[in-house]
T-cell receptor, first 109, second 112 residues
Framework: DAKTTQPPSMDCAEGRAANLPCNHS???????VYWYRQIHSQGPQYIIH???NNETNEMASLIITEDRKSSTLILPHATLRDTAVYYC??????????FGAGTTVTVRA | GAVVSQHPSRVICKSGTSVKIECRSL??????MFWYRQFPKQSLMLMAT?????????EQGVEKDKFLINHASLTLSTLTVTSAHPEDSSFYIC????????FGSGTRLTVV
């Protein structure tokens, strides 16, 4: 798996966009960028994943730089329920996911 | 969407006994399932990869004789913690590979 680096924590205001960065400078060409989040004492929840192109779904947008060395997860309108630990993972398709320390995101009213 | 059911959600057992945790993919078939362990304020650590019909592959440092994994069908994998001790107390989470990776809700094991 590619090594990823995320800030340990960040705060954001309710209703505002939350931009979560992730560095993955050693990612291989066949490795996807996955984002999961874990709300306290629950299993991780899938958010989004991408290979090269930017992706958007009902939860978030994923912006991947052209050189694929970093990416940003965007939660367009953060709510209090988005408070969680967010994990950025680089992994090939059909391969195991290895979790780093993640970013603890706290959404404040 | 894909759903993984994990049972029990919480269990307390006495030291020296064994505990079985079940992980079921409810609406898809999963040839591969993964078992993780998470200690308080730490990230998830992969323990083993469970393959239907074959032996599990354990990560370095995980005792295969202590953490028995059985993946007898395409929808069920079980993790048995044998001769549990207080240091085995942790949050155990399974994941199934089907349409992407879907995680169970986790099992909180407390060994007293």
């Amino acid at each position: 798996d590619a090594k990823t680096t995320q800030p340990p924590s960040m705060d954001c205001a309710e209703g505002r966009a939350a931009n979560l960065p992730c560095n993955h400078s050693t990612i291989s060409g066949n490795e996807y960028v996955y984002w999961y989040r874990q709300i306290h004492s629950q299993g991780p929840q899938y958010i989004i994943h991408g290979l090269k192109n930017n992706e958007t779904n009902e939860m978030a947008s994923l912006i991947i730089t052209e050189d694929r060395k970093s990416s940003t997860l965007i939660l367009p309108h953060a709510t209090l329920r988005d408070t969680a630990v967010y994990y950025c993972i680089g992994a090939a398709n059909d391969y195991k996911l290895s979790f780093g320390a993640g970013t603890t995101v706290t959404v404040r009213a | 969407g894909a759903v993984v059911s994990q049972h029990p959600s919480r269990v307390i057992c006495k030291s020296g006994t064994s505990v079985k945790i079940e992980c079921r993919s409810l609406d898809f078939q999963a040839t591969t399932m993964f078992w993780y362990r998470q200690f308080p304020k730490q990230s998830l650590m992969l323990m083993a990869t469970s393959n239907e019909g074959s032996k599990a592959t354990y990560e370095q440092g995980v005792e295969k004789d202590k953490f028995l994994i059985n993946h007898a069908s395409l929808t069920l994998s079980t993790l048995t913690v044998t001769s549990a001790h207080p240091e085995d107390s942790s949050f155990y989470i399974c994941s199934a590979e089907g349409n992407g990776y879907t995680f169970g809700s986790g099992t909180r094991l407390t060994v007293v």
